[in-house]
T-cell receptor, first 114, second 112 residues
């Protein structure tokens, strides 16, 4: 079974630009969660999508948005990039939801904002 | 606000020594998950604990969930270089709206 894939793996953007990251979950998994990871902040939860609906959202500004498609693939968008958005963005898929089911993480997209 | 406190932030051990990380929640948890992230890697699921007082073992790793379901620990016996990484706990509140609350992680460092 193929694992969680994320594209692109690395990205360099300029402040003020926007970016879209993609995540393909494990086949059959209906839940996709997104996390931001920075060296000093650990794993910060962004949002979770389940069957195309956002089920939960962390404490991030509205510049961070996401969506999930009918095939469970998910995208995350960050508009008006700031220097502080530089981080590793991880997505994780689970069978039915992050709370009761183990999450499988992708390799992440490392975003650098200059 | 809802928090899961994880301590210590770092632990330096000699190879062969034991390692323990603790997670404490201000509210009762329905379950807790543990993940390991190797340097340069992504988090990998280790285990989930659901029952009060539950103890689970995976070879040299022992996981415990407190009787009150507010705390949990991971203990590694006789650490090896392959144990290096950051260990995260993630708990779900009893009244959770499907969201896990993550600890900040404990980084295990093996002294040369």
């Amino acid at each position: 079974k193929a694992g969680v894939t994320q594209t692109p793996r690395y990205l360099i953007k300029t402040r003020g630009q926007q970016v879209t990251l993609s995540c393909s979950p494990i086949s059959g998994h209906r839940s996709v969660s997104w996390y931001q990871q920075t060296p000093g902040q650990g794993l910060q939860f962004l949002f979770e999508y389940f069957s195309e609906t956002q089920r939960n959202k962390g404490n991030f500004p509205g510049r961070f948005s996401g969506r999930q498609f009918s095939n469970s693939r998910s995208e995350m968008n960050v508009s008006t990039l700031e220097l502080g958005d530089s981080a590793l963005y991880l997505c994780a898929s689970s069978l039915h939801g992050q709370v009761l089911y183990e999450q499988y993480f992708g390799p992440g997209t490392r975003l650098t904002v200059t | 606000g809802q928090q899961v406190m994880q301590i210590p932030q770092y632990q330096h051990v000699q190879e062969g020594e034991d390692f323990t990380t603790y997670c404490n929640s201000s509210t009762t948890l329905s379950n807790i998950q543990w993940y390991k992230q190797r340097p340069g890697g992504h988090p990998v699921f280790l285990i989930q604990l659901v029952k009060s007082g539950e103890v689970k073992k995976q070879k040299r790793l022992t996981f415990q969930f407190g009787e009150a379901k507010k705390n949990s620990s991971l203990h590694i016996t006789a650490t090896q270089t392959t144990d290096v990484g950051t260990y995260f706990c993630a708990g779900a509140r009893m009244d959770s709206n499907y969201q896990l609350i993550w600890g900040a992680g404990t980084k295990l460092i093996i002294k040369p």
